[in-house]
């Protein structure tokens, strides 16, 4: 399955465009300039890069851990991911234009979205660090590298609600279990013994 988007000015007719990988095209054409972003990678394969997100995509960063189980649901169980980054202890997941705005009303509603960790949801009007297209070590400025770089100029990627359901999922496979306590009234063996057990 694979999004549509338009092709930025000029990406038929400029060498350069034409001839940059297919995932840095994609990057790329997010920024208002994609010529010199991809100008930028040519002279500087390892420099992270500014893009605006609302266009060509939505990010929604989640807490490492927490981002780690949902690409663990939605690999086994889902549709799989599309890119997917992490920038200073969090996972960038690219969604569909529109999914930072509609993911949070949609977690609003379902009973398990109190246990989701907070969100942050880069949308239109935002911009975020993304790694250089052609991955390598994580950036020593940045903290920024590709768990799953594009590869394609038109990816698929994940709507508002495969996140919903990757964020329920996670947060149920992440939930503590039953607990079980025990109060032991006196010292002696034949104390009697009360159980309480609860759901967190």
Request: with cysteine; charged share 20%.
């Amino acid at each position: 399955m694979t999004a549509a988007f338009a092709p930025f000015d000029d990406e038929r007719h400029d060498p350069a465009v034409r001839s940059a990988a297919p995932g840095a095209q994609w990057l790329a054409s997010a920024g208002t300039y994609p010529r010199s972003t991809l100008a930028l990678w040519e002279t500087r394969p390892t420099a992270p890069a500014v893009l605006p997100c609302g266009s060509v995509f939505d990010v929604v960063g989640v807490p490492a851990v927490f981002g780690r189980h949902m690409l663990d649901r939605l690999r086994e169980e889902g549709p799989g991911s599309g890119p997917v980054a992490l920038h200073r202890g969090r996972m960038l997941i690219f969604a569909t234009p529109g999914a930072a705005t509609r993911l949070p009303a949609l977690l609003e509603w379902e009973e398990w979205g109190g246990s989701v960790p907070p969100l942050r949801c880069h949308g239109n009007g935002d911009a975020v660090t993304v790694p250089p297209p052609a991955g390598g070590e994580r950036s020593a400025t940045t903290g920024s590298r590709w768990l799953m770089a594009p590869d394609t100029r038109h990816p698929w990627l994940p709507g508002p609600e495969v996140l919903l359901w990757a964020c329920v999922r996670a947060a149920r496979a992440t939930a503590a279990p039953d607990v079980r306590v025990s109060i032991f009234l006196g010292g002696g063996q034949d104390a009697k013994v009360y159980d309480v057990s609860k759901r967190r």
